[in-house]
């Protein structure tokens, strides 16, 4: 069964792909150093769940940031993925938008096969070494106007494990999360193209 989000709630959420919320006091470990006070920057969480029982999974999954949304793609919006060097979580994720659960070509967003025909690059991973000039050959092969989506904690902070990809190519749109679920990505790409 389709979901009926964005119109209705997100019907089955992973917790931990959503911000924690303090629940009790008492020190945390963070692996990543994610948590700062009463909050955790979901921009480095690795969602491993070692601040629990002190935080909780608020089960919002509205959490996407963006410094750049563009009306022009209200209609139709290609997208074009592209792994600097992932784990493999965040790929699943985004490609689950196109199964019968998320279905996102019913809002008119759809996958394209070549950044020459795409309206976003949705990036992740760490930027590996060998694929920083492919993601600058992909940004620079798509027509203007144009949006990069940082998808997962990798690509946006480097994670545990590597280097960003915010400081190789402009970032419009961060989706926070490890991986981040389906109901946040599709949520950024809704927000990305001027909606709600």
């Given at each position: 069964?389709?979901?009926?989000?964005?119109?209705?709630?997100?019907?089955?959420?992973?917790?931990?792909?959503?911000?924690?919320?303090?629940?009790?006091?008492?020190?945390?470990?963070?692996?990543?150093?994610?948590?700062?006070?009463?909050?955790?920057?979901?921009?480095?969480?690795?969602?491993?769940?070692?601040?629990?029982?002190?935080?909780?999974?608020?089960?919002?999954?509205?959490?996407?940031?963006?410094?750049?949304?563009?009306?022009?793609?209200?209609?139709?919006f290609h997208i074009y993925l592209i792994d600097t060097g992932s784990c493999g979580a965040?790929?699943?994720?985004?490609?689950?938008?196109?199964?019968?659960?998320?279905?996102?070509?019913?809002?008119?967003?759809?996958?394209?096969?070549?950044?020459?025909?795409?309206?976003?690059?949705?990036?992740?991973?760490?930027?590996?070494?060998?694929?920083?000039?492919?993601?600058?050959?992909?940004?620079?092969?798509?027509?203007?106007?144009?949006?990069?989506?940082?998808?997962?904690?990798?690509?946006?902070?480097?994670?545990?494990?590597?280097?960003?990809?915010?400081?190789?190519?402009?970032?419009?749109?961060?989706?926070?999360?490890?991986?981040?679920?389906?109901?946040?990505?599709?949520?950024?790409?809704?927000?990305?193209?001027?909606?709600?």
């Amino acid at each position: 069964m389709t979901t009926r989000f964005p119109d209705g709630d997100a019907e089955s959420v992973s917790a931990w792909s959503t911000k924690p919320v303090r629940k009790m006091e008492g020190r945390v470990e963070c692996p990543a150093d994610a948590v700062e006070a009463d909050s955790v920057n979901m921009e480095r969480c690795i969602s491993c769940g070692r601040c629990a029982p002190q935080f909780e999974p608020a089960g919002d999954v509205r959490i996407a940031l963006l410094s750049e949304s563009n009306r022009t793609f209200r209609q139709s919006f290609h997208i074009y993925l592209i792994d600097t060097g992932s784990c493999g979580a965040c790929n699943t994720e985004v490609h689950a938008l196109s199964n019968p659960v998320y279905d996102f070509n019913r809002l008119g967003i759809f996958f394209t096969s070549t950044p020459r025909h795409a309206d976003a690059l949705i990036v992740v991973g760490v930027l590996a070494e060998r694929m920083h000039d492919v993601l600058i050959a992909a940004y620079d092969a798509m027509p203007e106007p144009k949006l990069v989506i940082a998808a997962g904690t990798c690509a946006i902070s480097g994670g545990i494990i590597g280097r960003p990809v915010t400081g190789a190519v402009r970032v419009d749109v961060l989706v926070p999360g490890c991986p981040p679920s389906p109901f946040t990505i599709l949520d950024a790409l809704i927000k990305a193209r001027g909606g709600r």
